[in-house]
């Protein structure tokens, strides 16, 4: 790991805490998503708050340097291949 990435994991993950805090402010300003509206229950700010947890939970992956035994534990999963996770 090293220090560049760390902090563009916690970068992703402020950008992903942003998102989800004010979910209210970008329906204001950027609209509503049509396709969270059909979806959802919750509607768009729902949506909003959906992607931001995502984006939470990828740039704290990156950030511990967790991405490629998430990926090789997900890929041995659902494909049967023998990759070895640390």
Same mark, same amino acid.
């Given at each position: 790991?090293?220090?560049?990435?760390? /902090?563009?994991?916690? /970068?992703?993950?402020?950008?992903?805490?942003?998102?989800?805090?004010?979910?209210?402010? @970008? @329906?204001?300003?950027?609209?509503? @998503?049509?396709?969270?509206?059909?979806?959802? *229950?919750?509607?768009?700010?729902?949506?909003?708050?959906?992607?931001? /947890?995502?984006?939470?939970?990828?740039?704290?992956?990156?950030?511990?340097?967790?991405?490629? *035994?998430?990926?090789?534990?997900?890929?041995?999963?659902?494909?049967?291949?023998?990759?070895?996770?640390?």
């Amino acid at each position: 790991m090293t220090f560049g990435k760390f /902090i563009l994991g916690i /970068i992703i993950a402020t950008i992903g805490f942003l998102i989800t805090w004010k979910s209210e402010w @970008l @329906l204001n300003n950027f609209g509503r @998503l049509e396709s969270a509206e059909r979806y959802l *229950n919750g509607g768009t700010r729902l949506g909003y708050k959906i992607i931001g /947890i995502i984006l939470i939970i990828i740039g704290l992956l990156y950030a511990t340097d967790l991405t490629d *035994n998430l990926m090789a534990s997900i890929s041995n999963l659902l494909f049967s291949t023998n990759i070895e996770v640390e």
